[in-house]
């Protein structure tokens, strides 16, 4: 059995495992919880009631966190013509075509974001491989395959998130810093629990939100009602 660190042990006393959470005394306990050397990332975890597997149950969607999500998203724009100019003039860290293209075929991934007009498609779909599995593919559906390049780079900078079904089941997001006040915290997490909840499919019969948990990078999780958070 792993032995728990003194700081692992401190969170315990604060936590108790049995019970859930309104969502401001969860941020609280956190905020009050052992912190470790830098600033953690607060997390929220869903376990919802779909199955992957089944087309007509897939979650998927889009939010923008009201506080952002206190990290420094670097936005990489791939396009062609004018749409460049826009895009830089926008904020993108990175904006290009093949170059780019080729760049990440060859093992580059410094970026948070893609984003692509929908002539770069077809050049973009090769990289399948390589943007799929971190969650990188641009997507109509997500607001990052479009020709307003400006608009596209504005909200992902603001802190615009994706969250989305994974093969057990589970959506895990980050909303934000633990340095954030509580206020903020709280109302980060609410934007992305009314987004997913919203997301519900059609396939999906009975409770669709199974249960909800936060946490911090390095620190304790806690359950949160349901029945407090609108979501039963």
Not at 114 to 135: A, E, H, N, T, Y
Not at 204 to 229: A, Q, R
Request: aromatic share 4%; with cysteine; net charge positive.
């Amino acid at each position: 059995m792993a032995k728990l660190t003194k700081r692992a042990k401190e969170a315990q006393k604060i936590v108790n495992k049995n019970k859930a959470y309104k969502l401001e005394e969860a941020v609280s306990i956190l905020k009050k919880a052992p912190r470790a050397k830098f600033d953690e990332t607060v997390e929220l975890a869903f376990k919802l009631n779909a199955d992957p597997k089944q087309s007509d149950q897939m979650v998927r969607g889009t939010v923008t966190l009201p506080h952002g999500t206190g990290k420094n998203i670097r936005v990489l724009v791939l396009c062609k013509g004018e749409g460049a100019k826009d895009a830089q003039a926008a904020g993108a860290d990175y904006v290009g075509g093949d170059d780019f293209v080729t760049k990440i075929s060859s093992g580059w991934i410094d970026f948070d974001v893609v984003i692509s007009s929908p002539d770069m498609m077809r050049d973009v779909g090769k990289l399948g491989r390589v943007l799929g599995p971190r969650g990188l593919m641009p997507n109509p559906k997500t607001g990052t395959v479009t020709n307003d390049l400006a608009g596209a780079v504005k909200a992902a900078k603001a802190g615009r998130i994706e969250f989305k079904l994974d093969k057990l089941g589970n959506i895990n997001n980050a909303i934000g810093k633990i340095s954030f006040e509580e206020k903020a915290i709280c109302e980060n997490a609410m934007s992305v629990i009314n987004s997913v909840n919203k997301a519900r499919p059609h396939g999906v019969k009975g409770k669709f939100i199974k249960n909800i948990s936060m946490s911090t990078t390095m620190g304790p999780g806690l359950k949160l009602d349901l029945v407090t958070l609108g979501t039963l």
